[in-house]
Every structure is written in C-alpha cells, then in structure tokens.
C-alpha cells in the first residue's frame, strides 16, 4: 500500500510528463484538493478507486471517479481551478470535513 507522500510523488511525476498544453486543459480543482480527497477515501474508508488511474489520464478519470464517491453519499463536489473545491449537501455549502463527515455517518462509521 503506497504511503501518502508516495501517491503525492506519483501524481507529481505524471504531472512533470504533461505538456504545458495538456496541463491548461486541466478542467478544474486544485491537485491539492483531488490528491487530499483521493487519499482521504481511501485512508479512512477503504475506497480505492483512483489508484488505477495514477499511470494513465489521471485528471479526467480520478475527477470523475471522485465526483461519483461524493454523489454516493449525498454530496455535490465542484472542482474550482484557482480556490479550493466545494462540497455541497441538500445544496447548502459545507467544509471539507463536513463532507468526509457525511461519508463516515453514511458508512455508519
């Protein structure tokens, strides 16, 4: 099972392979944010649904996969490029953590 920083190294170096082009097509959501979600699912639940995807496409595919997870539990996630991502419950805005919370009170954890 990779370590944190070891997932934070993958995504890096697949970054450093993308061409400046392919970069400015990133749609959205900080890496910061998507690589923090996708670990914290996987760290604190189990759910593991990004890490098939750190030596292909990861943008396109982990956003998706990711926005999915959210949507599982009752959550709305939007990717913003220049802030952080937004989290929304019944369409209400919540933190981070609020929407980890959903998760966790869904699992019954």
Do not use: C, P
């Not at 760290?43 to 750190?54: N, P, V």
């Not at 990861?58 to 949507?71: H, P």
């Not at 913003?80 to 419950?89: G, P, Q, R, T």
Request: net charge negative; proline share 0%.
């Amino acid at each position: 099972m990779a370590t944190r920083d070891e997932n934070f190294k993958k995504i890096n170096d697949e970054l450093e392979l993308m061409s400046d082009d392919k970069l400015d097509q990133v749609a959205g959501g900080t890496w910061e944010d998507i690589v923090e979600d996708v670990n914290r699912f996987k760290r604190d639940f189990g759910i593991d649904f990004a890490s098939k995807y750190f030596n292909d496409d990861i943008d396109y595919y982990v956003r998706s996969d990711l926005i999915d997870a959210f949507r599982k539990f009752g959550i709305k996630l939007e990717f913003h490029s220049e802030s952080a991502n937004k989290y929304f419950i019944d369409g209400k805005e919540v933190t981070r953590d609020e929407a980890f919370n959903q998760v966790k009170n869904k699992l019954g954890r």
